[in-house]
């Protein structure tokens, strides 16, 4: 690929992961940062990752070959008066956001349909900020592409080959199908996991013996309900409909569960689990959905002074990050008392033959 100039507004978790990684498979890219974040920009230059920063929208960005949008979706119609009259011909504008009708409604107003091309890298973590972007967070992610009518076949084809060459796997869409999708896989399931947290919030007893043994199967499927509350107010408000239209038909499966518990219907109660079983057991294993996968190892261990750090010893001696490490307290729908989270699914396997080698009995969970 020919040597590329790409600007960023907005350095966040995906802006910068996405500039990590150009910068790590396209090392020769100069690249352009704008962020309000004085701190990020100046983390950036430190790094390597960008070339030049700016504090407001420079001229510079005159030079981009591609130029992401990465800043929170309440300040695109502001950043996009100040790109417009910078684009030069051919250049490719994309954005990274979750919604795709808003950021379209957008484009075809200033009347740059010819230049955009739609982008949503399914790929995200509960942390956010520049300080937490990884090079390999789009690894085998699903980036989705949404391009206009307007949209050269051309400009399409690099932009592919792009998201391709920094590990990730493009899919093409119309913005429509996208927003409908996305709502049902990712916006509604945050909504869900939020009011399960405040529903356990509001129930719980003084002594919080709810908050306390909370764990397991609750802590997995609201995992997702630490994520950042000004974005997924934003994702929310400009995705209205579809959740609203699919939050709608999931009240309505709600209350048929309530009404087969109150009439003890045990065989429809049956089928619905059943159901949802072998539904979740089809899909594939890989980590290209918008909800990440968490990897991790239980171990069971002596209740002994050291018995913990000896296990961390371990790992980190063979230089394996470790992104969590706990005791786990409630051992419903667990598999050993010590549960240690990895950043990347490869550390499991060398983490148990490590452990196994050491005489003790880890489970990989993936």
């Known amino acids: 690929m020919e040597q590329l100039t790409c600007g960023f507004i907005g350095l966040g978790l995906i802006g910068g992961s996405i500039a990590k990684a150009i910068r790590r498979f396209l090392p020769d890219t100069r690249i ?26 420079s001229d510079k960005f005159s030079e981009c070959d591609i130029i992401f949008l990465c800043a929170p979706v309440s300040h695109n119609a502001a950043n996009l008066a100040a790109i417009k009259p910078l684009l030069k011909a051919g250049a490719i504008l994309t954005d ?67 998201v391709r060459t920094i590990g990730a796997i493009p899919l093409v869409l119309d913005y429509r199908t996208h927003d409908f999708v996305t709502a049902g896989v990712s916006h509604l399931p945050h909504v869900i996991a939020s009011s399960l947290v405040n529903l356990v919030h509001d129930s719980d007893s003084e002594d919080g013996i709810m908050k306390m043994i909370a764990a397991g199967g ?60 072998k539904y979740r057991d089809s899909f594939l294993e890989a980590s290209s959905g918008p909800i990440k996968k968490s990897y991790a190892v239980y171990v069971d ?57 050491r005489g003790y009995n880890p489970i990989g969970d993936r």
Request: hydrophobic fraction near 40%; proline fraction near 3%; include cysteine.
């Open 32 to 57: 352009y940062a704008y962020d309000i974040n004085e701190k990020a920009l100046s983390l950036s230059l430190e790094e390597g990752v960008s070339d030049c920063t700016f504090s407001v929208i």
């Open 96 to 162: 990274v956001g979750s919604v795709k009708t808003d950021i379209h409604v957008h484009i075809h107003a200033q009347g740059l349909d010819r230049f955009f091309i739609g982008g949503h890298p399914m790929a995200g973590s509960e942390r956010f900020g520049y300080p937490n972007a990884k090079e390999g967070l789009l690894e085998n992610a699903y980036y989705i592409l949404t391009p206009t009518a307007e949209s050269p076949a051309g400009n399409l084809k690099r932009f592919q080959s792009l």
């Open 218 to 277: 609750f802590k997995d499927i609201t995992r997702i309900a630490s994520s950042s509350p000004e974005m997924w107010q934003q994702i929310c408000l400009t995705n209205a409909d579809n959740i609203v239209s699919l939050l709608d038909r999931y009240i309505t499966s709600l209350q048929t569960v309530r009404q087969n518990l109150c009439t003890q219907n045990g065989t429809a109660l049956y089928d619905f689990f059943d159901r949802g079983r």
């Open 301 to 357: 261990i002596p209740d002994e002074p050291g018995a913990l750090a000896s296990i961390a010893t371990i790992l980190a001696f063979h230089q394996i990050s470790i992104k969590n490490i706990g005791i786990i307290h409630n051992r419903e729908f667990e598999q050993g008392v010590l549960r240690i989270e990895f950043w990347e699914e490869s550390a499991i396997e060398k983490a148990v033959s490590l452990l196994t080698l």
